[in-house]
DNA sequence: TGTACATCAGTGAACGCGCGTTCACTGATGTAC
DNA sequence: TGTACATCAGTGAACGCGCGTTCACTGATGTAC
C-alpha cells in the first residue's frame, strides 16, 4: 500500500498533521474561553493563520469543534482502559478519582461534552459519533463492574455510574468562593460516596 | 403599609405584572428553543412587545434569563417539599421520580441550569444566588435522608444525590434514535439504580 | 373648569459589533513535453 | 534544459446576518393650580 502512491500518501498524511494542528489550537482555545464564546477566528489565531485557512480542513465550525472534543475522549478513554485492565481486582475508587481528575483539571472537554449533550442542533451523524464515543465509556465500565463480579446485567450499573461521575463534575464545576483545589476535593469526596454506593449493589 | 401609598403601590405591583408576563413569555421560548439562541427580540415577539421595552423591566438580557430560570427551580422545590413532608417514611423512589420526570417535561429549566452552572461569564451575584437555590435542593435532600434514618453528617449524601440525578438527566436526554417516552423511561430506571444504591448507605 | 407641566410605558430606528462563511486572487510547487 | 500548465495552500476583503443595547420621540395619564 505504500509503496505506490507515496507522493499523494506524503501529501495526505501533510494534510492531516495540518488538521491536527490547527485541532490542537482549537483544544488550547477552548481551555481558555467558554464554549459558546470560541470563534472560528479564536481558532485561527491560536494556530497563526488566516480564519479562512480553516475551511481547507475541516467543511464547517461544527466539525471541528466535535473533532476537538474526540481528542480528548480518547485520552480519557486510554486512561480509563489502562487503570481497568491493570488489575484484576480494580478499586473502582481509583477509576473514578481518574476520571473526576482528568476532567476537573481539563474541564474544556466536559464543557464541550456537556455542550454537545444539551444541544439540539447537533447533526445526526455527528450525534452518533458522540454516542459511540458514550458507549467506549460505558464499556470500559461494564468491563469494571464485570471484574467486580456485579450480576448481569451490568450495562445499566454503567450507565449509572457513568451519568452519576458526570453530574458531580457538571453540578459542583462552579462553586463559587472555592479554590479549584478545593472543588477538585470535593467532587472526589462526593465522587467516594458514589463509589461505594455502587459497591455494595448486589443485585440490580 | 398598605393605607399610604397605595396609589404608588399599585403602579409598583403592575410593573411587577408585566414582569412576570415578559418572564412567562422567557419560558415558553427556552421551551421550544436551545438556550444560547434565544434572543431579546424571540422573548419580546412572544410577549407581544417592542424588544426595546424589555429594558424597561430588566437591566440587560442574563438577568432575565436567570430570573426566568427562578420560577422552573421554584416550582421543582415546591413538588418536592410536598412529597418529602407529606409522609413520615418517604419513598426516594418517588422523589427522584417526581424529580427526573418534571425535569424531563420540562426540560428548558435544565438546560437554564446546566448552562449556568458550564458558563464562567455569570456575575457574582447571580452565581450566588444560583447557588442559594441549590442549597434548597439540598436542604429537601437532607430532610428526606434524615426521615430515612441515614447517620449524619447528611448532606454530602445530598450533593452526591442530586449531583447523579442531574447527570442522569443530562446524559441521557440526547439519546439519538430513541422517542422522548423512551427517554424519559430510561431516566426513570438509571434512576431507579442510584436510589437502590442510596438505600444501601449505612455509614458515610 | 381649563391649562400647563411631569411622569413614564412603549416604540422604531439606529449603532456598533462579531460572527460564519465565501470569493477572487496570489504564489509556491510539481508535471508534461 | 526551458516553458506552459495544473494544483492547491493560504489569504484579505467582503457579504450578510443577527445580536444586545441605546436613543430620541410619542402619547397616554395623572397632578397642580
Redesign the pocket.
Known amino acids: 500500500m505504500k509503496q505506490n502512491n507515496t ?1 499523494a500518501d506524503l ?1 495526505s498524511e501533510e ?1 492531516l498533521a ?1 488538521q491536527k494542528i490547527i485541532i490542537q489550537a482549537a483544544e488550547r482555545v477552548f481551555a481558555v474561553k467558554p464554549f459558546n ?6 481558532i485561527a489565531r491560536e494556530a497563526g ?9 475541516f467543511p ?3 466539525s471541528l469543534f466535535v473533532e476537538a472534543f474526540f481528542r480528548g475522549a480518547e485520552e480519557i478513554e486510554q486512561i480509563l482502559d489502562q487503570l481497568i485492565n491493570d488489575s484484576d481486582t480494580p478499586d473502582i475508587g481509583k477509576i473514578s478519582d481518574a476520571f473526576i481528575s482528568y476532567l476537573a483539571d481539563n474541564d474544556q472537554y466536559l464543557r464541550m461534552l456537556t455542550h454537545f449533550m444539551l444541544d439540539g442542533s447537533l447533526s445526526t451523524e455527528k450525534l452518533e459519533k458522540l454516542n459511540a464515543a458514550e458507549r467506549h465509556f460505558f464499556d470500559k465500565f461494564d468491563k469494571l463492574f464485570r471484574k467486580m463480579k456485579k450480576p448481569e446485567p451490568v450495562r445499566p450499573l454503567s450507565h449509572a455510574f457513568f451519568a452519576a461521575l458526570n453530574g458531580v463534575l457538571i453540578t459542583f464545576r462552579n462553586y463559587p468562593g472555592r479554590t479549584p483545589e478545593e472543588v477538585r476535593q470535593h467532587m472526589l469526596n462526593i465522587a467516594r460516596i458514589i463509589d461505594r454506593s455502587f459497591s455494595n449493589i448486589q443485585q440490580t
Do not use: M
Open positions: 507522493f501529501k494534510k495540518r464564546k470560541v470563534s472560528i477566528r479564536d493563520i488566516s480564519h479562512a485557512s480553516i475551511y481547507r480542513y464547517d465550525q461544527q
